[in-house]
């Protein structure tokens, strides 16, 4: 996704919603930053935070949809990537490093 002067900015309107209504701080540096947003938008009463999440999923190209199709998606585990065939798996700062 391209980050454009109106993505920042309905980014940055959001966050300052959001963070008001719900004591949540999100940070734009984040990895998950739009995901968290749109996760806040959906449980948001107030129907501007709602209008400017559904905004940010047209500008992310991500579904913006409640409910059970989305606890779905949250409640399925992740699966681990595969270790290459023959090789050596090594934690390096958190993180899978195959040698």
Not at 24 to 43: E, G, K, V, Y
Not at 49 to 77: C, M, N, T, Y
């Amino acid at each position: 996704m391209e980050l454009t002067r109106e993505v920042l900015d309905c980014m940055k309107t959001l966050r300052r919603k959001i963070r008001e209504e719900q004591a949540l701080d999100i940070r734009m540096s984040q990895p998950d930053a739009i995901t968290a947003m749109l996760s806040a938008c959906l449980a948001s009463s107030d129907e501007e935070i709602r209008r400017l999440g559904q905004r940010l999923a047209q500008f992310s190209e991500r579904p913006f949809e409640r409910g059970e199709e989305r606890a779905a998606k949250v409640l399925q585990p992740a699966q681990p990537p595969a270790a290459p065939a023959g090789g050596s798996v090594r934690i390096y700062r958190g993180q899978r490093v195959y040698a």
